[in-house]
């Protein structure tokens, strides 16, 4: 990486990209960069991005808040090299793996999992990665097509399409309450019952008519997620197909 990107970027992913040393380790022995962050993705896993402060990441860490900043600037670098450690490693191929729907298939469902882990994941990736755990996982979706004839364009348009539903999937599901109230949850599927009125929204109530929105007769999450999934790859497998009679 030249010296004038480095310059440019923020402190956390020179550390990251070894280009920067850690800040030092302070006054505490047992308190370390390492421990920090795992510290940070325990709380925001068990309580939300929105709890994660400085004070609170202390008071779990049994320290004083500024012991914090002798090993990270701020908040800011702290989701950074969260970001960065969260989702742990990529599965790994060859460079051109002969099963590409096998292995993007794994990708999908191993990142699928992650975000399940992590939902905050998906608030603060909201630019293009640039630490080099995040372009792992970018780099390990491109390899599962380079057994294919898609050009690098048009296989990264389809690690896009591929991550766009896998993390439209997750937000999705991770909004629904792991606990109801007592219920709730077909609250929605009696709410669309009531509101797609036929005559308006005629493919909706064929839909709400088939249980499709109801938690006791439709198809578990994770089922809908596969599913789509398949439906997705079965399209991409076309654009496989068409780019080899090219």
Partial sequence: ???????????????????????????TPALSLERIVSAAIALADEEGLAALSMARLAERLGCAPMSLYRHVAGKDDLQLFMLAAAPGPPPEFDTAPADWRGSLTR????????????PWIAQLANS????????????????????????PRARFSVVMLVLHYVRGAAQLLT??????????????????????DPDRFPALARAVEAGVF????????????????????????????RAARA
């Fill in 214 to 241: 109801d938690p006791h007769t439709g198809a578990a999450p994770d089922d809908d997620f596969h599913a789509g999934l398949d439906h997705l790859l079965d399209g991409v497998g076309v654009a496989i197909e």
């Fill in 128 to 151: 293009p990665p640039m630490d080099p755990g995040q372009l792992a996982w970018l780099d390990a979706a491109l390899r599962s097509l380079g057994g294919t004839p898609l050009d």
């Fill in 107 to 118: 990708w999908a469902v191993e990142l699928f999992g992650v975000y399940l882990r992590h």
């Fill in 1 to 27: 990486m030249p010296d004038d990107i480095g310059n440019q970027l923020p402190h956390a992913l020179n550390v990251l990209w070894g280009r920067a040393k850690p800040k030092g380790r302070g006054r």
């Fill in 175 to 196: 909004s629904i309450p792991a606990e109801p109230e007592e219920g709730a949850d077909g609250a929605y599927a009696a709410l669309l019952t009531e509101l797609a």
